[in-house]
C-alpha cells in the first residue's frame, strides 16, 4: 500500500466531499498535498490542529518502516 492510499483510507471518512492526495518528491524527502473544500480542509486541522497534527504521525510512522521522510500539507480549494 502508498501512502496516498493510506491516507486516502485515513481520509475518507472524515471529509464529506472529493479531495484530492499528491506527492512531490525531493531530497528532503516526500511532501504530501492534500487538496480539499474549505469545509473538509477545517476537518482536516481539526480544533488546535489536532487533526492534523494526528495526519502528519501517521504519515511519519508510514515512513518510518520504509526509512522515508514524509510531509503534509492540507489546501483549502476554492
Known amino acids: 500500500m502508498s501512502i496516498e ?4 483510507a485515513v481520509i475518507e471518512p472524515i471529509v464529506t466531499s472529493p479531495f484530492t492526495v499528491s506527492r512531490k518528491d525531493d531530497e528532503r524527502g ?3 498535498d492534500i487538496v480539499a473544500s474549505k469545509d473538509d480542509s477545517g476537518r482536516l486541522i481539526g480544533q ?3 487533526t492534523a497534527e494526528a ?8 515512513g518510518a ?7 503534509l500539507r492540507i489546501n483549502p480549494r476554492g
Open 30 to 32: 516526500t511532501l504530501l
Open 65 to 71: 518502516k520504509d526509512n522515508k521522510r514524509y510531509s
Open 5 to 8: 492510499d493510506y491516507l486516502k
Open 55 to 62: 495526519l502528519r504521525t501517521l504519515a511519519r510512522l508510514f
Open 48 to 50: 488546535k490542529g489536532k
